[in-house]
């Protein structure tokens, strides 16, 4: 489930308390949720490196790895590597995939010398058209080059699919004016794609923001702290 844009705005304004230390728009609080978006967002794949160089354990509910894998399920799909060189529009990319005869197989990462090596030898070439493997491309405007060794220069044609990582979609919190006030527009709102166990750590990161924005140190400080706390608790 995404976490609601309106439920983290009434909660930014609750906290900022509007009435007494100024009124975040709801221009500004667009601004400063799409950037809070996107910095939990790359956040999850530094974690995510910290958590493979723990033991894992996907028996428990506690398991950081899969935890975070789970949060980047939105974000992640396969799409077809354009002229099977080329990557599609993404934030990073993941495994790369041929599709054989015998069905989609995992492209592994080589060097050019060892395709060259490969290529050269009747006995390995011939392994490659189960195994292919691929290499950055050295041609300007494309991004790899995939070897399975059949046609006369090696070069795989067929179907190349890749894991990709798209950018969070930008946010909006839609309103429609009555009476000079912004009300609340559902129909024109776009909530976040952040796993719903993210809205707190959004609120805290946009009053940090905020705090700047209406020049109170106390909203700051109040975010800092509550988000000092998260992260202590996450490393007990």
């Not at 050269?120 to 080059?145: K, V």
């Given at each position: 489930?995404?976490?609601?844009?309106?439920?983290?705005?009434?909660?930014?304004?609750?906290?900022?308390?509007?009435?007494?230390?100024?009124?975040?728009t709801?221009?500004?609080?667009?601004?400063?949720?799409?950037?809070?978006?996107?910095?939990?967002?790359?956040?999850y794949?530094?974690?995510?490196?910290?958590a493979?160089r723990?033991p894992?354990?996907i028996?428990?509910?506690?398991?950081?790895?899969?935890?975070i894998?789970n949060?980047?399920?939105?974000?992640?799909?396969?799409?077809?590597v354009?002229?099977?060189?080329?990557?599609?529009?993404n934030?990073?990319?993941?495994?790369?995939?041929?599709?054989?005869?015998?069905?989609?197989?995992?492209?592994?990462?080589s060097?050019?010398n060892?395709?060259?090596?490969?290529?050269?030898?009747?006995?390995?070439?011939t392994?490659?058209?189960?195994d292919?493997?691929?290499?950055?491309s050295?041609?300007?405007?494309?991004?790899?080059t995939v070897?399975?060794?059949?046609?006369?220069?090696?070069?795989?044609?067929?179907v190349?699919?890749?894991?990709i990582?798209?950018?969070?979609?930008?946010?909006?919190?839609?309103?429609?004016?009555?009476m000079?006030?912004?009300?609340?527009?559902?129909?024109t709102?776009?909530n976040?794609?952040?796993?719903?166990?993210e809205e707190?750590?959004?609120?805290?990161?946009?009053?940090?923001?905020a705090g700047?924005?209406?020049?109170d140190?106390?909203?700051i400080?109040y975010?800092?702290?509550?988000?000092?706390?998260?992260?202590?608790?996450?490393?007990?």
């Amino acid at each position: 489930m995404p976490v609601l844009i309106d439920t983290v705005y009434q909660r930014v304004l609750s906290i900022a308390n509007k009435e007494q230390r100024g009124y975040i728009t709801p221009l500004e609080f667009n601004l400063m949720a799409n950037q809070a978006q996107l910095k939990i967002f790359e956040q999850y794949f530094y974690d995510l490196d910290q958590a493979k160089r723990k033991p894992s354990d996907i028996t428990t509910f506690s398991d950081m790895n899969e935890l975070i894998k789970n949060k980047l399920v939105p974000f992640t799909s396969i799409q077809t590597v354009v002229g099977g060189n080329t990557y599609p529009t993404n934030y990073r990319t993941g495994k790369i995939y041929a599709t054989l005869a015998t069905g989609d197989r995992e492209v592994r990462l080589s060097t050019l010398n060892d395709v060259r090596n490969i290529l050269d030898s009747p006995f390995h070439r011939t392994a490659l058209s189960i195994d292919p493997i691929y290499i950055e491309s050295t041609t300007t405007g494309q991004d790899i080059t995939v070897f399975d060794g059949v046609a006369a220069n090696g070069i795989f044609t067929g179907v190349v699919t890749c894991e990709i990582v798209s950018e969070p979609a930008k946010v909006e919190w839609g309103y429609t004016v009555v009476m000079e006030k912004a009300l609340y527009n559902a129909g024109t709102s776009i909530n976040f794609m952040l796993h719903d166990s993210e809205e707190t750590e959004l609120v805290m990161k946009i009053l940090e923001t905020a705090g700047v924005i209406i020049q109170d140190p106390g909203v700051i400080q109040y975010a800092d702290n509550e988000e000092m706390k998260q992260v202590q608790q996450q490393k007990i």
